[in-house]
């Protein structure tokens, strides 16, 4: 049986279209083989981002109903509030509107120039969050979790060696705090043991500094502790988290990933005096300590989408169905990132079109075919996303992979449709040496794979005459 039982039925539907493959083509050509501008109604079935895409449930749709909009210490706040204290242990929680939001927010209060901040590995708004204050972001994920061919139960785990040699370097007074991110977005979507969090938290404590938590996947990094983690198979899920949180001094989170809604945030704090400082910015930034850029309602789903996301059953579902959409994958010879993620299958498309060089941006062909051929969306993960110049030399350097993700939102699609974005993947494999590499036609200065333009370097277009 591959059946990861769904433990709801569907009560909204919401009417998608298959558009024909001629209006495909005409789409990719005017976004400039981007699939950021293709517009969404011309998407199949969309696996951009599992953030804030959410299906959310008909508590959480009627919690938006009954939702407190008083502007000062909300009914609302209130179930917010002590959910959070709940699950997370934390002293102190402010709202925020989303997960960056809370990082800018931390960093603005704990960082100053000339820091350095470790992690497993940072994603991208918070590095950028890191960066915008002069501090400098460290991953030290361990070796384990750069291996894409290596199948390992805990590949998010930070490496103690490299966050040791990271104090031994920079000297603790310019370390004011220490990461961790669950799952391991930007490696793979892949979890930290428990046992690595207490070490990590056992250095930190030693060192004096405080661990705070990237929590967005906290769930279902909690999951796979209770399903690979020795010893931790008979604990809850809520018991795996609130371990978990009691090893660190807060956490920053994006409700729009595992709080199941569609926007939202907050930070946890323990320690009073940085928490008052933070909920003085917030008030400048956000709004008041009791919404923080939310309205009530949101902050009322928050609530209940925290409940709902520690169900078991959902999360068996939840990775059991982007885990079966890798098999499907492994049956068709499809190759991607071992193992499956939490919440994506990250394809490896150096392996899948080995003819196009890494200037011809593999992996953008791969995302923009997979359109082409079946309307599914997915986000590329390569040279157009992280090609950089080299400060010393000037040369331009490559990403070491060129992936192709397949986020997938959580409740939203059915099996059958992700049977269908595997077969689609399978198509591209199939047209292999007929596809052709990419050029850009347009690039802004920074974060370019969101706007570029590009366009294939045949005559033909994208798939050349077999
Ligand atoms: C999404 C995400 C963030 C940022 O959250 P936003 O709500 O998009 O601002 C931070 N860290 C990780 C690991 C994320 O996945």
Known sequence: MDFPFEPYRIKVVERIHRVSREERAAHLERAGFNVFKVPSDAIYVDLLTDSGTSA??????????????????????????????????????????????AEGLLFSVMLKEGDVVPNNIHFDTTRANVEHVGATALDCVCDEGLDPTLEAPFKGNMSLAKL???????????????????????????PVS???????????????????????????????IQQREAGCADKTILEICREMFALGEGCTMSAKKDALVNIGGFL????????????????????????GGLAGRDLAAVAQGL??????????YRIGQVARLGRRLDELGVPFLRPAGGHAIYLDARKALPHIPQEEFPAQVFTAALYLEGGVRAVEIGSLMFEHKDPETGRMVHP??????????????????????????????????????????????ALRHFTASLRPLGAAGLIREA
């Open 56 to 101: 959310m449930s008909d508590l959480q749709w009627g919690a938006l109903m009954t939702g407190d909009e008083a502007y000062a210490c909300s009914r609302s706040f209130a179930d917010f509030e002590s959910t959070i204290k709940d699950i997370f242990g934390y002293a102190h929680v402010i709202p925020t509107h989303q997960g960056r939001a």
């Open 194 to 224: 428990l046992a690595n969090v207490r070490e990590v938290a056992a250095f930190c404590r030693e060192m004096g500094v405080p661990l705070v938590f990237d929590a967005c996947r906290f769930a279902e990094n909690a999951w796979f």
């Open 400 to 445: 070491a992979m060129e992936l192709v993700r397949l986020a997938v939102p959580r409740r939203v699609y059915t099996h059958t449709q992700l049977d269908y974005v595997a077969e689609i993947c399978a198509r591209v494999m199939e047209l292999g040496k007929r596809l052709v590499g990419l050029e850009i036609t347009y690039q802004p200065p």
């Open 268 to 291: 946890c704090l323990n320690d009073p005096e940085l928490a008052r400082e933070v909920t003085n910015l917030l008030i400048l930034r956000e709004g008041f300590p009791t919404y």
């Open 307 to 316: 409940r709902e996301v520690l169900d078991p059953d959902y999360l068996a």
């Open 164 to 190: 040791r040699r990271a104090f031994e370097r920079y000297g603790r007074e310019r370390i004011p705090l220490v990461m961790l991110t669950i799952t391991n977005n930007s490696g793979g979507g892949q």
